[in-house]
């Protein structure tokens, strides 16, 4: 600021008597000009300061149609109004809101397959906990899950809740259905979901394993009714919901199929499980 530096160097200058180029003291007339210019000085100064505080104001004033131009862009149609507070604060989110359709009990020799086929016309990955005494016989299945790029988990071997087993027996139900998955697909099992929801987490040969629980159970192996549980899960689904099914039943098979349908509109997409629990 020019009128600061002038205004110090003047006054420095008073301080040390007002002297000339040769060290004279100078005439009257000259140290009541010069200080009557200190004195405009200052007048300028604390004025510049004022209308700093004016420019902080000024700042507010063009901050003012930022406003303007939010509230503007609120302006848009009712429908669209509505859906705005979520799409500002979670617009990426709203992109891949997820979900998970997972299959329990497989895999079975008609309806995996079948539920293969229609998630593969869909693009949709799933997540299948397979039972070990299941797989014999349907190997070729089992593959073709892994191939697609869906996540295979284990399910036990006989369907056992684990807290009423000993230790020894439930590593057995574990570790046996996990190295039979293995040896089809080559890849590890990384993922459990233990029947009845009973998991024992005391159990040392489960320590690599990590639950996957759900938040929907279709109860489909009660129902039965393909139209019921698409009424169900539509209705009840929210983002990063873990759905529990089971690729046992024919109405599961064509519920599900509806329900990625329906849900894909809504903007879901479908991931497999651990996407879900590892955020
Ligand atoms: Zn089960």
């Given at each position: 600021?020019?009128?600061?530096?002038a205004?110090?160097?003047?006054?420095?200058?008073?301080?040390?008597?007002?002297?000339?180029?040769?060290?004279?003291?100078?005439?009257a007339?000259?140290?009541?000009?010069?200080?009557?210019?200190?004195?405009?000085?200052?007048?300028?100064?604390?004025?510049?300061?004022?209308?700093?505080?004016?420019?902080?104001?000024?700042?507010?004033e063009?901050?003012?149609?930022?406003?303007?131009?939010?509230?503007?862009?609120?302006?848009?149609?009712?429908?669209?109004?509505?859906?705005?507070?979520?799409?500002?604060?979670?617009?990426e989110?709203?992109?891949?809101?997820?979900?998970?359709l997972?299959?329990?009990?497989?895999?079975?020799?008609?309806?995996?397959?079948?539920?293969?086929?229609?998630?593969?016309?869909?693009?949709?990955?799933?997540?299948?906990?397979?039972?070990?005494?299941?797989?014999?016989?349907?190997?070729?299945?089992?593959?073709?899950?892994?191939e697609?790029?869906?996540?295979?988990g284990?399910?036990?071997?006989?369907?056992?809740?684990?807290?009423?087993?000993?230790?020894?027996?439930?590593c057995?139900?574990?570790?046996?259905?996990?190295?039979?998955?293995?040896?089809?697909?080559?890849?590890?099992?990384?993922?459990?979901?233990?029947?009845?929801?009973?998991?024992n987490?005391?159990?040392?040969?489960?320590?690599?394993?990590?639950?996957?629980?759900?938040?929907?159970?279709?109860?489909?192996?009660?129902?039965?009714?393909?139209?019921?549980?698409?009424?169900?899960?539509?209705?009840?689904?929210?983002?990063?919901?873990?759905?529990?099914?089971?690729?046992?039943?024919?109405?599961?098979?064509?519920?599900?199929?509806?329900?990625?349908?329906?849900?894909?509109?809504?903007?879901?997409?479908f991931?497999?499980?651990?996407?879900?629990?590892?955020?």
């Open positions: 600021m020019p009128a600061l530096s205004y110090i160097y003047m006054k420095e200058y008073m301080e040390t008597g007002m002297k000339d180029r040769k060290g004279e003291p100078l005439p007339w000259k140290k009541g000009l010069l200080t009557a210019a200190l004195g405009l000085l200052a007048v300028t100064l604390a004025a510049g300061v004022r209308s700093g505080r004016t420019g902080d104001g000024g700042r507010r063009l901050a003012a149609p930022a406003y303007g131009e939010r509230a503007s862009e609120g302006a848009v149609p009712a429908g669209e109004e509505a859906e705005s507070p979520r799409s500002r604060t979670s617009g989110s709203r992109e891949s809101k997820r979900i998970a997972t299959f329990d009990d497989g895999p079975h020799p008609v309806y995996t397959e079948r539920l293969l086929d229609g998630l593969a016309e869909r693009g949709v990955k799933a997540t299948f906990f397979l039972l070990g005494c299941n797989i014999e016989g349907n190997e070729e299945i089992v593959r073709r899950i892994a697609e790029g869906h996540l295979i284990n399910h036990t071997w006989y369907h056992v809740d684990i807290t009423t087993l000993t230790q020894e027996e439930a057995a139900e574990i570790q046996d259905t996990s190295r039979k998955i293995t040896e089809i697909t080559g890849q590890p099992v990384e993922y459990v979901r233990p029947p009845f929801g009973n998991w987490r005391e159990l040392e040969c489960e320590v690599m394993m990590i639950p996957i629980f759900w938040s929907v159970d279709t109860l489909d192996w009660s129902t039965r009714n393909a139209d019921r549980l698409v009424d169900q899960v539509v209705s009840e689904a929210e983002e990063n919901d873990i759905i529990l099914m089971h690729d046992s039943y024919d109405s599961t098979v064509k519920a599900a199929l509806r329900i990625v349908d329906l849900l894909q509109a809504e903007g879901y997409e991931v497999t499980a651990d996407e879900l629990i590892l955020e």
